[in-house]
């Protein structure tokens, strides 16, 4: 294996570059400009129970070094994705891909999580138990400890596929949420997906989005999330997958010195969308800058 | 899409807030009417998504209005600087479904992309009725450019400063087979109603990406969810579901 490869939970990966969910639909978009197979992996575009037409818009707002999004989880719903969005994956992507799940109640993370464990491709269940733009759901199964254990312990039971858990960041003590769901059964930890935020505009005098608030992300939570990739990485002895405003190969590396193991891009997808080749590209001369001979290294913990 | 690093070519005022930037490359390839290029500005992290006014092989030309900060900095650009652009964004107006008596309705900043529809339309031979609406005669742009295309020109002002007194939809001769319009939403809405053919009709909102991948942009039509920086910016009128 390669001087970029990493295992994710027992599944060997080229490079530890994955885009996020959300920023990366299911593939076809980033085909049509580059080969996406150099990738790692991706994460799909987070899938429901049902489908989803998502929040009114504007759903994007500015900020100084990123931006907030309120998309509300836009999907075709579970079904549909698999009589449809798959098939068309399959043809521009030969790895095995991230599915991305959310729900507004256990049953749907359920639901979701067995129709989408029966599909070849799918190499590993990322939970979202975490996104900001959903009411009665989402977030709030990400902020208690037990809510997010009993999805973890209920998704783990119908899937024999590696099970990860995306956190949101907007807990007081994300360490507590990791190690619940560590102890409910998850294969590994994603973290931190967008941290709610909002903006005004002066003429209106009204919240830029519909949603009124929405999740932040780009390189101005960069530091937030490797100072709790870090913190959860002293305390849970599963793999991490480090994300939050990475946009080059040093952040990468950055992100893996700090404890994950692999590595998710997501708003820097938007505003160039050959960032993730550019950073697979880059990754070799940044480690020769740094002495890192393997990726594989930076994982040993003392 | 084309990912470039375009040379400014000019990058000159027309009226108190609408610029007119002329950018080239020499792989650029020809827009179609009704695209849209995303721009990278220096200090900002999104693109600014801006409609193709003019477009040949190798260069394009943008007109833009100056709103905020992004577009400041984008007018104190000068030639011979490089912007970095994402281009041939957007699915373009379908000159083929204009039958021989196209009418153009373009309103304040949505009368860039008319000017490369009514060229292309006039190089399909057809003839090409136009109407720009703005509010007041101080707002006027690119009406002598539509001239020179040899279109027939209505010109309405909200305030009767100049041209007819009064909206895009108060002007609209009686004879036409198709419409095409861009503005904004309320015009939009007004030719909807008052148009008698089909049409297609260019929209506006906010992006995140501007190329399909980050639903950011998305609205619903009668024929399902669209994005509006991929599946449009411009719907056929058929599919257009107005929200309140």
């Known amino acids: 294996m390669g001087r970029l490869s990493v295992d994710l939970c027992g599944i060997e990966i080229d490079n530890p570059v994955i885009p996020a969910s959300g920023t990366f639909g299911f593939g076809y978009e980033f085909a049509e400009i580059y080969d996406i197979n150099c990738l790692g992996t991706f994460s799909f575009k987070g899938t429901t129970k049902e489908p989803r037409f998502g929040n009114p818009t504007p759903r994007i707002a500015e900020c100084a070094s990123g931006m907030l999004n309120a998309v509300g989880l836009q999907n075709p719903g579970v079904e549909k994705v698999i009589a449809e969005e798959l098939p068309k994956l399959k043809e521009v992507f030969h790895k095995p891909v991230m599915a991305n799940i959310s729900g507004f109640s256990v049953d749907d993370y359920v639901y979701t999580s067995e129709k989408l464990d029966k599909e070849e491709q799918v190499g590993w269940l990322e939970i979202n138990i975490s996104c900001p733009n959903v009411h009665g759901g989402g977030m709030s199964f990400g902020t208690d400890p037990e809510a997010a254990a009993s999805v973890m312990k209920a998704v783990k039971e119908v899937t024999t596929k590696p099970v990860i858990a995306k956190l949101t960041p907007n807990v007081t003590d994300i360490v507590s949420m990791a190690k619940a769901c560590v102890d409910a059964g998850a294969d590994a930890i994603s973290l931190i997906n967008t941290m709610l935020g909002m903006r005004i505009d002066l003429k209106t005098r009204k919240p830029l989005l519909a949603n009124t608030t929405g999740g932040l992300s780009g390189p101005a939570i960069f530091p937030v999330a490797l100072r709790m990739v870090y913190q959860v990485a002293q305390a849970v002895d599963v793999p991490i997958i480090g994300m939050g405003g990475v946009s080059s190969a040093e952040d990468v590396l950055e992100m893996m010195m700090a404890g994950a193991t692999a590595v998710q891009v997501g708003a820097a997808n938007l505003v160039d969308p050959m960032a993730c080749p550019k950073m697979i590209e880059a990754l070799p001369e940044a480690m020769d800058r740094y002495g890192i001979e393997t990726l594989k290294e930076l994982q040993i913990k003392e | ?244």
């Open chain 2, 1 to 244: 899409m084309q990912d470039l690093n375009l040379t400014i070519k000019e990058n000159i005022r027309l009226t108190d807030k609408m610029w007119k930037m002329e950018l080239c490359h020499p792989d650029l390839e020809v827009q179609k009417p009704g695209q849209f290029i995303n721009l990278k500005i220096d200090g900002y992290f999104l693109r600014r998504p801006i409609s193709v006014c003019d477009a040949t092989n190798g260069e394009v030309t943008i007109i833009y209005a100056v709103v905020g900060k992004g577009t400041t900095a984008l007018s104190e650009m000068t030639a011979g600087q490089k912007v970095q652009a994402l281009c041939g964004l957007g699915n373009g107006y379908d000159t083929s479904l204009s039958g021989d008596k196209p009418l153009l309705l373009g309103g304040g900043a949505g009368v860039p992309p008319m000017y490369l529809l009514a060229k292309q339309l006039r190089s399909e031979g057809k003839p090409v009725a136009v109407i720009l609406g703005f509010n007041t005669a101080s707002e006027i742009f690119y009406d002598e450019e539509f001239y020179k295309l040899g279109c027939r020109v209505i010109l309405a002002t909200a305030d009767g400063s100049l041209g007819a007194k009064g909206f895009v939809t108060d002007v609209m001769p009686e004879d036409y087979t198709y419409v095409y319009t861009c503005g904004p939403e309320p015009m939009l809405k007004a030719v909807y109603k008052k148009a008698e053919t089909s049409g297609q009709f260019s929209f506006e909102e906010r992006m995140g990406c501007g190329f399909g991948a980050c639903m950011g942009c998305s609205c619903k039509t009668i024929t399902g969810y669209k994005r509006i920086c991929k599946d449009g910016p411009v719907l056929r009128k058929e599919e257009i579901l107005w929200e309140d």
